[in-house]
């Protein structure tokens, strides 16, 4: 007996060792996955420091270590050829299977290969690329793309209120805005409140400060092109967003294995809760609402042949009452606004031999804009614009490339209405109170022809030269304009690139102006003459300094005549200098410092004075950086500092009797005093033409955002505070009725804004 309770020991003692040994340990099975793409990385090697014990994960990117005794301990993520390497830290419980999913930003080396330095495509002077990840980081912007792009040296705006970009000392009507090749009719809703694109769908802007080549160019001195997303890394994937303004949402998705689609949406809300509003000179019946969507389908038919189809569009509206008694006469009564851009195209890109490349593109853009203010005044416009366009790159060896290009256009427009000329820049005694009303009723019909021939060549190692022609034909001004243009590059020691570029570029002018009712139809293009040298410097693989000077020369510029309404009279220039400087580590900081210095003059009239432009601003310095603290958690921070706006002065007022009341008056001997003094008005009288400037503008954001990571989808929320020491900075001016005193009119306080995120 006592030698069977023996061996029944001996047989049971390695049971219970092992039932101890599992109940002490823990299995942990992970995931490795790309925070970008959603996707599963292979191959990558995963290390518990503490144990030294190692593994890989598989084609679905899973991992999985056995029999893992109980504690704390740190897994580190490796990736062959690349630089990642995430920690991260787990606990291990006895029993228990732990599965955490380890998201981690991948970033590959960047290797130089000297062996194929020639085969580069010599590029275009001051192209500023920018990737949508990091610049909706920026702090003050809510992941606005386009709001961001002041941060870059030489865009400007002119207030917290306005999206409008001043590039170098013009205005924005200098700029041409693409989207996925079509033309955008407004990139901003109400003038700048918000873009008027889904930042999320934005792959990359490329920002056209000058000096760009032959390719770009129809009544432009600037270019923003911007491309959408042209994959989508899952069958379905969403991301919604919620914040104090709107709401928007993406969905994106797979059609086969080579092809991709995405629509996206928004909508503003606040005219869903406040139907109307009342103030003492009246109310407003519709809150301003806006709206827009965007959607693009695309097939991959092979490696050679693409195809693709976009469309997009947006609207703004409201709606008031004015009636209170200090409401001047001519504009009592019902005001509405109402805005809209459609635009679309399908897209073909096919490479017909292995050196000769066709890209063909059918757009279709219409403008629409619809205007009643007061009893007298109204404007209604409808500007589609069809264009087909197609470019041709031919490859003559790795060193030489052509490129040419045709586009025809059509142009089909109506106004009606009853309205004035448009108030000119600078232009400050325009009082639309007197100014004579014209009755538009127009049909017209543009037509443009474009051509242009480019050779791209790297004619050495360390030199390459771009060199094209462009020319551009209008038949409403029955004009052909012939555009050279051209660069330089030269490949300076120390990873240093010197560039200089040369160009002119011609505007037809602006349809209001070319109007035959408010208008000059013989009107010509205006003339600008571009000078640009830049040098960008690699300080190091993760810091680059870029610094570049400028000057515009411009001729032919359309200003206000008395006896003609507007003449190509004007001249002007425009210079400067910018320095930027970009450091980035990986995904977890990046930071920006520029400055820019800028003139921009002009000349209205032959025998006056050289002026300020109004938008020119002459110091503009930005500080901005965003750090990660953790991988879910960031913080970021915007300071900028800009010289104040030129402006006209008010040196005094006279009193007038109301020319509108004279109208009415066959005898002066029928006025009496009581007439005078209930329909006295005050003119004011104005100083030099932007002879003074508003006081500096100063300003910080900040911005804190926190993601949560859930198996299939993430949430997120930000906070940012808008202009946080509470700055005063200076809009403009109010005055008293007989321009007497004035009140300043300030710009954003202190404000702070939250938004949410949901994606999937």
Not at 117 to 131: C, F, G, H, M
Not at 450 to 459: C, G, K, S, T, V
Request: aromatic letters at 12%.
């Amino acid at each position: 007996m006592s030698r069977f309770i023996c061996m029944l020991l001996v047989l049971t003692l390695p049971v219970s060792a092992i039932v101890q040994t599992e109940a002490q340990t823990g299995t942990i099975d992970g995931a490795v996955i790309d925070r970008i793409t959603n996707e599963p990385i292979e191959d990558a090697e995963i290390l518990i420091i503490e144990l030294d014990m190692r593994t890989t994960t598989d084609s679905e990117g899973t991992f999985s270590f056995k029999e893992i005794a109980a504690g704390k301990y740190t897994l580190q993520v490796s990736i062959p050829r690349s630089k990642t390497d995430e920690k991260v830290s787990v606990e291990v419980e006895e029993g228990k299977t732990l599965t955490p999913n380890i998201f981690i930003t991948r970033v590959d080396y960047q290797l130089k290969a000297i062996e194929v330095k020639t085969e580069r495509v010599p590029k275009t002077a001051l192209r500023k690329s920018i990737e949508s990840e990091e610049i909706t980081r920026i702090p003050g912007t809510a992941g606005d793309v386009l709001r961001a792009l002041p941060v870059i040296p030489g865009i400007g705006v002119a207030n917290d209120f306005s999206g409008a970009l001043y590039i170098r000392g013009g205005s924005d009507e200098d700029n041409l805005y693409y989207f996925d090749r079509v033309p955008v009719g407004y990139p901003f809703h109400f003038g700048g409140l918000v873009s008027s694109l889904n930042s999320d769908v934005i792959d990359r802007i490329d920002v056209y400060a000058g000096g760009y080549g032959a390719e770009f160019g129809v009544d432009s001195q600037a270019v923003i092109d911007i491309y959408s997303k042209d994959n989508s890394p899952e069958n379905l994937r969403g991301k919604f967003n919620l914040n104090l303004l709107f709401s928007e949402g993406l969905l994106q998705g797979k059609i086969g294995q080579n092809g991709y689609w995405y629509a996206a949406g928004r909508r503003s809300y606040i005219d869903l809760f406040v139907g109307s509003l009342a103030f003492d000179a009246g109310a407003i019946t519709a809150l301003p609402r806006f709206w827009d969507y965007q959607v693009k389908i695309g097939y991959d038919f092979s490696d050679k042949h693409q195809l693709f189809f976009n469309m997009f569009a947006s609207g703004d509206n409201f709606a008031l009452t004015l009636d209170g008694e200090d409401v001047d006469a001519d504009f009592r009564g019902d005001t509405s606004f109402e805005s809209g851009f459609e635009g679309a195209g399908i897209h073909f890109r096919s490479s017909l031999t292995d050196k000769l490349t066709s890209y063909l593109s059918l757009t279709r853009s219409d403008f629409l804009f619809d205007v009643n203010f007061g009893p007298t005044l109204s404007l209604n416009i409808d500007a589609p614009t069809y264009t087909l366009r197609e470019d041709l790159t031919y490859q003559l060896n790795e060193r030489h490339r052509l490129e040419s290009g045709l586009i025809l256009g059509v142009e089909p427009g109506e106004v009606k209405g009853v309205f004035s000329r448009i108030p000119d820049e600078g232009e400050v005694d325009y009082d639309i109170r007197f100014v004579e009303k014209e009755v538009i009723d127009e049909s017209v019909k543009g037509q443009r022809i474009e051509a242009y021939l480019q050779d791209r060549f790297n004619i050495l190692p360390f030199l390459s030269v771009v060199y094209g022609l462009r020319l551009d034909y209008f038949n409403r001004i029955d004009e052909i304009s012939i555009q050279p243009r051209g660069s330089i590059r030269v490949e300076l020691p120390n990873t240093s690139e010197l560039q200089f570029a040369y160009g002119i570029y011609n505007q037809t002018p602006i349809p209001a102006q070319l109007s035959s009712s408010v208008g000059n139809p013989e009107l010509k293009s205006s003339q600008a003459s571009h000078y640009i040298l830049e040098l960008t410097r690699e300080l190091s693989q993760d810091t680059e300094i870029k610094m570049a000077a400028y000057y515009k020369d411009l001729v032919n510029l359309v200003t206000a005549d008395d006896a003609s309404i507007f003449l190509n009279q004007g001249i002007g220039y425009a210079q400067g200098t910018e320095i930027f400087l970009r450091h980035r580590t990986g995904d977890r900081f990046f930071g920006w410092a520029s400055y820019a210095y800028a003139l921009s003059k002009r000349k209205d009239r032959l025998g006056e004075p050289y002026r300020y432009y109004s938008f020119d601003q002459t110091h503009v310095t930005t500080l901005a950086a965003s750090y990660k603290l953790t991988p879910t958690w960031e913080i970021g921070a915007k300071w900028q500092y800009r010289t104040g706006n030129p402006y006209t002065p008010v040196t005094g007022s006279e009193r007038r009797i109301d020319p509108r009341f004279l109208e009415d008056v066959e005898s002066i001997d029928e006025i009496s005093a009581v007439d005078i003094v209930e329909n006295t008005i005050y003119i004011p009288i104005y100083g030099e033409t932007n002879s003074e400037r508003l006081p500096p503008y100063h300003r910080l954001d900040i911005r804190l955002s926190k993601t949560f990571i859930f198996k299939s989808w993430k949430f997120g929320a930000f906070v940012e505070i808008l202009n946080v020491y509470n700055q005063k900075n200076l809009l403009d001016y109010r005055y008293n009725t007989d321009y007497s005193d004035k009140d300043p009119i300030n710009q954003f306080p202190l404000i702070p804004y939250f938004g949410i995120t949901a994606e999937f």
